[in-house]
C-alpha cells in the first residue's frame, strides 16, 4: 500500500473539494447575509489543508492498488465530510457546533438528508444552496465511485452484473476508460437535475427552489429548503414530478446511459433488478394507498398521492415528506422503513441493500424451495438469461450477513445513548440505509439527539454510503500488513 499516492490524491480532492464554495460564496455576496466570512475562511481553510497534503506527494507516481483504493475510497467522505462542516460550524446562522456541523455534512455528502437544522424558512440562502450542493456532488460521487471504482476492487454491487446481460459490469465497462465512464455518468446526472429543476419550476417553484430541489431529488437525498419539505408547495402535481424523477434516479445510472445512447428504452426492459425493483415499489405503492383509504386516514385522492409519494420517497431513501406519515395507522411506518433497507438499484444514488442483491436472495429461496422437492435435479440460478456464479451468491449473503450484524450493534449503540427502541431503529435505518427521516424522537429532525447517537449515526451513514465492507475492511489488521 503506498500512503503517498493516497495522500496526493487526497489533497487534490480537498483543493477541487473547496471550489464548491463558490456558488454560495457568490450568493453569499450578492445577498450581502453574513455569510461571506465563513465561506471565504472555510475555502481558504480546505484549499490550503489540500495544498499541505499534495505538496510533499505530488511526485508519487506509483501504481494504485487494490488497498489503496479502498483508502482512499473511505477518506474521500471522511475528510471531505469534515472539511464539509466548517461553513455550518463558522457561519453565524446556523452556527452549529463541531459535532452537529460534522453531522450535517456527513448527512449532505453522504445523500442521507438527516438534519439538525431547525428553522431552515429563516436560514440565509448561501446556507442553503450549500447543503443542497453537498448533496447532489455527494450524488455523482456514488455513482462513479460504484460504477467505476468499486468493481476494480472487487467490493460493491456493480460486479453482480456479470450475471446481467444489459448495463456495466466489471468486465465490459460502459466506455473503454474510467475517466469515459465518469463523463458519460455526469452527463446524464446533470441532464437529469436539469430536466428536473425546469419540470419544478413549471410546477409552480420558485427558481432557487426549483434548482435546490432538483439537486437534492436526483441525488436522492432528502434535504429541503423548507422546514415542511415538500409539504411547503401543497401541491400534488410537484408531489409528481418528485416520485417520477425518485423513481428514475433510483435506477442504474448505467441503464440510462444505454438508452440515451441507443435512443431506446429496450435496456429497461431487458433489466431484471429494474423490473424487480419497480414491481415491488408497485406492490407497496398500492398496499400504501389502500389500506390509508380502507381506515378512513385520508381521503381516496389523497390516500393514493400520499401513499404514493412517501412509499417512493422512503423506499429510495431520499426522504422527502408531506405529513406526519410517522402517525399512519397500524402497520404502514413500519412497512415503509423495513422497505427501505431495499433501497435504489445498483449503481444509483439510492442507499439501502440495493435491489439487485434482494433479487438474488428471494430467487435463491425459490431455487432451495424447488431443490427439496427435486433434490437430485441441477437447477441453476439464474438472472435474465444468464446463470449467476457461487461466488456471486456467496457475496451477497456475506453482504447481507454483515447489514444485518451492523444493523443490530448500531441498535444497541444508540439505545446505550438513551434513545427508544423505536427511535434507535429508525435511527439507524435512517442513517444505514442513507435514508434521512425517522420515527418518534426523531421523525421531524435528529437536532435533539445526543452527540454521542450523532457520532454514531455519522459512521453509519459512511458505513452504508460505502457499501459496509470498503470501510470495515480498514478496522482489520490484514489490511495493514505489508
Known amino acids: 500500500m503506498h500512503i503517498s499516492i493516497s495522500m496526493r490524491v487526497l489533497g487534490l480532492l480537498l483543493m477541487i473539494f473547496s471550489s464548491a464554495m463558490i456558488p454560495p460564496l457568490v450568493m453569499a455576496l450578492v445577498a450581502d447575509d453574513h455569510t461571506i466570512t465563513a465561506f471565504l475562511s472555510a475555502m481558504a481553510i480546505t484549499f490550503l489543508s489540500g495544498f499541505a497534503l499534495w505538496l510533499p506527494f505530488r511526485r508519487a507516481q506509483h501504481e494504485l492498488r487494490i488497498r489503496d483504493g479502498f483508502l482512499i475510497t473511505a477518506l474521500f467522505w471522511t475528510v471531505l465530510g469534515i472539511f464539509g462542516a466548517l461553513p455550518f460550524a463558522l457561519a453565524e446562522s446556523p452556527h452549529l457546533t463541531p459535532a452537529k456541523a460534522i453531522f450535517e455534512s456527513i448527512s449532505g455528502l453522504s445523500a442521507t438528508g438527516a438534519t439538525v437544522i431547525v428553522g431552515l424558512d429563516n436560514l440565509p440562502q448561501s446556507i442553503l444552496l450549500y447543503r443542497q450542493l453537498l448533496q447532489w456532488m455527494g450524488g455523482i460521487g456514488i455513482i462513479v465511485v460504484a460504477v467505476a471504482v468499486l468493481p ?18 466489471k468486465d465490459s465497462k460502459l466506455t473503454p476508460r474510467i475517466t469515459g465512464t465518469a463523463k458519460a455518468l455526469f452527463s ?59 423513481t428514475i434516479s433510483a435506477i442504474n445510472f448505467g441503464l440510462h446511459f444505454i438508452a440515451w445512447r441507443n435512443r431506446s428504452v429496450a435496456a429497461y426492459l431487458k433489466d431484471s433488478e429494474t423490473k424487480f425493483f419497480l414491481i415491488v415499489l ?20 389523497d390516500s393514493f398521492v400520499n401513499g404514493m409519494f412517501h412509499t417512493i420517497s422512503i423506499i429510495t431513501t431520499t ?8 402517525l399512519w395507522p397500524t402497520f404502514l411506518p413500519i412497512l415503509l422503513f423495513m422497505a427501505s433497507c431495499m433501497g435504489g438499484c445498483v449503481g444509483s444514488t439510492g442507499g439501502g441493500i440495493k435491489a439487485m442483491r434482494l433479487m438474488l436472495i428471494y430467487k435463491q429461496g425459490i431455487r432451495e424451495l424447488k431443490q ?24 451477497v449473503w456475506s453482504f447481507f450477513a454483515v447489514y444485518v450484524t451492523s444493523y443490530v450493534f448500531l441498535l444497541l449503540a444508540l439505545m446505550g445513548t438513551g434513545l427508544d427502541f423505536t427511535s434507535a431503529f429508525s435511527a439507524v435505518a435512517a442513517s444505514l440505509n442513507n435514508l434521512g427521516i425517522g420515527l418518534d424522537q426523531v421523525s421531524s429532525n435528529f437536532s ?23 470501510l470495515l475492511v480498514l478496522f482489520t489488521p490484514t489490511f495493514w500488513r505489508p
Open 372 to 395: 427439496l422437492v427435486h433434490p437430485q435435479a441441477i437447477i441453476p440460478l439464474k438472472v435474465g438469461n444468464r446463470r449467476v456464479e457461487a461466488t456471486i451468491v456467496s457475496a
Open 152 to 169: 476494480m476492487l472487487g467490493v460493491g454491487g456493480m460486479q453482480l452484473y456479470r450475471a446481467e446481460t444489459p448495463g456495466p459490469s
Open 188 to 246: 446524464v446526472y446533470v441532464s437529469l437535475t436539469f430536466a428536473c429543476a425546469l419540470a419544478y419550476y413549471v410546477a409552480g417553484m420558485s427558481a432557487f427552489d426549483a434548482i435546490c430541489h432538483a439537486f437534492s431529488t436526483v441525488a436522492l437525498a432528502g434535504f429541503s429548503t423548507h422546514d415542511e419539505s415538500m409539504g411547503f408547495f401543497n401541491s400534488d402535481t410537484i408531489l409528481f414530478i418528485s416520485s417520477l424523477f425518485m
Open 319 to 326: 426522504g422527502y415528506s408531506t405529513q406526519d406519515y410517522h
Open 282 to 301: 408497485g406492490l407497496i405503492i398500492t398496499t400504501s394507498a389502500v389500506h390509508l383509504t380502507l381506515t378512513g386516514h385520508l381521503p381516496a385522492w
Open 448 to 470: 435533539e439527539i445526543s452527540e454521542p447517537a450523532m457520532a454514531i449515526m455519522s459512521f453509519a451513514m459512511l458505513l452504508g454510503r460505502l457499501e459496509i465492507f470498503t
